[in-house]
């Protein structure tokens, strides 16, 4: 019998699944909404540039304004995509673990054990930029493998994951204000730029490793995908079905903590789009489990958006993508605590 509000889809031959009718066209609405997103962001800088031509120039047709789209804007462009995409699913997969709205890269201690590592290495002279996005990723997957190790229990339990996360992200942050009062005036000012999360002058070098770790990601992503409906059981419920969650649970973190170490190398601790994007995509879905391919739009959408803004709301300034990514992320973090309290029952 099919479940109320799904799809049977039947490519060819014998092979069929299910579709959730209002997950896939909400993936359908975001895909457009980031299509003509990314057209404006093309469009829109210093000089205006038409759609036309910059249709011309995405296409590979002449333009006088290849320069402008091609060289400057369209290498930025690329990695706000994949930087929204990877922290999307980062943050999905680590709330499904976790079971819980607030947990995010962010806040289990993923960026700022990125952020602790990088700001050490320019402190004692490593300014490299060929160098300081593989020395952030050693330092998130050094840090969220810390706390699944004090997190573990005779198994992996959702809120002894999320505090030790909270503190260990406290210890790492202090960790890293130590750094920047040693360090040289100039390094601490790149490395609190870097801190904050920006695209501004990175591009197709910085897209490549990113682009190339998120494609070997989709067949993880599929297994992801399946596991999360039997992850979100209670573990009572997930054990007598005969899954065996340590290993899945481990398996859906580690896969969230590679994307999200790999995506903060890239671009700075892009702060809470790992947290907001998974939320956004569940609430338009309505679905049970969040929607691995909705996050990853939504991800994207957030992160083009607000580096859009950034870099003219305030013109000729231009923010850093995390000033304004933290600008909606933090009110909505306090009313996630707030109602989360309020179903509770606890006085607010």
Aim: glycine share 10%; proline share 5%.
């Amino acid at each position: 019998m099919r479940p109320a509000g799904y799809a049977v889809v039947r490519p060819g031959g014998r092979a069929s699944f299910l579709v959730h009718r209002r997950a896939f066209a909400v993936t359908c609405v975001l895909a457009a909404l980031l299509a003509a997103a990314c057209v404006a962001y093309l469009c829109v800088g210093e000089s205006f540039v038409a759609p036309g031509e910059v249709v011309k120039v995405v296409f590979g047709r002449p333009s006088p304004d290849e320069l402008v789209v091609g060289e400057l804007r369209e290498p930025r462009l690329a990695l706000g995509l994949l930087v929204g995409a990877a922290f999307g699913v980062s943050g999905a997969l680590i709330q499904t673990v976790a079971r819980n709205p607030l947990a995010s890269p962010d806040v289990i201690g993923v960026t700022h054990g990125a952020g602790a590592v990088t700001v050490a290495a320019m402190t004692y002279g490593v300014t490299s930029y060929t160098a300081l996005p593989y020395l952030s990723i050693a330092g998130g997957l050094a840090a969220a493998a810390l706390v699944y190790v004090f997190a573990w229990r005779r198994g992996l339990h959702a809120a002894r994951f999320v505090l030790i996360g909270i503190g260990c992200s406290v210890a790492l942050s202090s960790v890293t204000q130590l750094f920047l009062t040693k360090g040289d005036y100039l390094v601490a000012q790149q490395a609190k730029v870097w801190l904050t999360g920006s695209l501004n002058g990175r591009g197709y070098a910085e897209a490549r490793p990113l682009a190339l770790v998120l494609l070997l990601a989709v067949p993880c992503a599929l297994w992801a995908a399946r596991a999360q409906r039997t992850v979100s059981f209670d573990d009572d419920t997930a054990t007598a079905l005969g899954v065996r969650l340590g290993r899945v649970r481990f398996g859906l973190v580690a896969l969230g903590v590679v994307l999200a170490s790999v995506a903060t190398g890239a671009a700075g601790p892009v702060d809470f789009v790992a947290l907001l994007a998974p939320q956004i995509a569940r609430r338009l879905t309505r679905t049970a489990q969040i929607p691995l391919p909705a996050a990853a739009l939504t991800g994207a959408l957030v992160v083009v958006v607000a580096d859009l803004l950034a870099r003219k709301l305030f013109s000729p300034t231009e923010l850093p993508v995390g000033v304004m990514t933290a600008a909606v992320g933090a009110p909505y973090l306090m009313w996630l605590i707030v109602r989360g309290r309020s179903r509770s029952g606890e006085p607010s």
